[in-house]
């Protein structure tokens, strides 16, 4: 039973910082590629970063250089820091985990936390 949890969105002003956090059972989180994606009001989802299992990091254009993907094996915890926050920013905050087996690329997004709110006014 795959379970995501998403912690850590707040209210901050422009140029603030929020780290969110991605608690993950039901699954052996070390094994798995996962990503942020996010969702404004009213828009459609976008994807935001992604980390493979061994350490790759990949950002979207509109995040790099002010946020961070990372991940605490261990304690099957993924990471998202978030800094220099800008309005754009505003939206709820998911993490997801691929499907299994030799086709996980084939959806990247296929469990979804139910996401923490993020607001930036």
């Known amino acids: 039973h795959v379970q995501l949890v998403e912690s850590g969105g707040g209210l901050v002003q422009p140029g603030g910082s929020l780290r969110l956090s991605c608690a993950a059972s039901?699954?052996?989180?070390?094994?798995?590629?996962m990503s942020w994606v996010r969702q404004a009001p009213g828009k459609e989802v976008e994807w935001v970063s992604s980390?493979?299992?061994?350490?790759?990091?990949y950002y979207a254009d509109s995040v790099k250089g002010r946020f961070t993907i990372s991940r605490d094996n261990a304690k099957n915890t993924l990471y998202l820091q978030l800094n220099g926050l800008e309005p754009e920013d505003t939206g709820t905050y998911y993490c997801?985990?691929?499907?299994?087996?030799?086709?996980?690329?084939?959806?990247?997004?296929?469990?979804w936390g139910r996401g923490t709110q993020v607001t930036v006014s």
């Open positions: 039901g699954f052996t989180f070390s094994s798995y590629y």
């Open positions: 980390m493979h299992s061994g350490g790759g990091t």
């Open positions: 997801t985990k691929p499907s299994d087996g030799s086709s996980w690329y084939a959806d990247v997004h296929k469990f």
